[in-house]
């Protein structure tokens, strides 16, 4: 046993080699074990570390809560790491892939938008299926917004309203192909065309290969001025 300080006075402070546990030990303020090194250089801190330096740190084990005061910064321009926050559940992770420079939201978890746990947020809900949810309202603006849908574009709602301030179209381009306008829910229901031109052709049906074919059930009525 190799001692510095007054075994008798423990409250002031001693440093000693205990051969027993082959550990150097700090012991201070009445308390055993302030600080020990063992003899694999494996160091154990009681207390709080202050570093007023720069730490040189091969690998980082933290078990408690961690507060950074400065800003984190991983890897260089050009060279970075990946990075997982991983979630409650099996498999939900969220992981900056440095290699694929892709931010990854693995199966369904999801990124929120104003609050935790509310209506505004984007979500795989499944493989090949992707939602944007809001909880009131979703809007978009920029100068162009442009859908491509390889297979078919499906609008559910109660209504729908398109206004356009510059010439507009709906067109469909396949060959074969049909485009229908229908009001199917029965009742009252009624189909309108209307246009407030005031030209000779203000609603122009131009049929440019083939006949226009009229069938009403009731009468058909034209007023013309």
């Known amino acids: 046993l190799i001692q510095f300080g007054d075994n008798a006075a423990a409250a002031s402070g001693q440093l000693y080699y205990d051969h027993s546990t082959d550990k150097l030990r700090i012991d201070a303020g009445g308390s055993s074990d302030r600080m020990t090194v063992d003899a694999n250089g494996d160091v154990t801190i009681a207390r709080n570390l202050d570093v007023d330096g720069t730490a040189n740190l ?92 390889s297979s078919a574009l499906t609008i559910d709602t109660a209504g729908v309203s398109i206004d356009g301030t510059a010439d507009s179209n709906l067109t469909v381009t396949g060959s074969g192909a049909d485009l229908d306008i229908a009001v199917a829910g029965g009742s009252t229901q009624e189909l309108r065309l209307a246009s407030a031109g005031t030209g000779a052709a203000a609603i122009h049906l131009n049929a440019s290969a083939g006949g226009i074919d009229i069938d009403s059930a009731d009468m058909i009525d034209i007023d013309a001025a």
């Not at 980082?60 to 950074?68: F, S, T």
């Open 58 to 149: 091969d690998a980082v084990d933290i078990d408690g809560n961690l507060q950074l005061d400065g800003t984190l910064t991983v890897g260089v321009d050009d060279t970075g790491y990946d990075v997982k926050f991983f979630g409650a559940s099996a498999s939900h992770f969220m992981l900056w892939d440095e290699s694929a420079d892709e931010l990854v939201l693995t199966l369904d978890s999801k990124l929120s938008f104003h609050d935790a746990a509310g209506g505004e947020n984007i979500v795989a809900s499944a493989d090949g299926h992707l939602e944007v949810n809001a909880g009131t309202t979703l809007d978009m603006t920029a100068p162009t917004v442009d859908i491509n849908a």
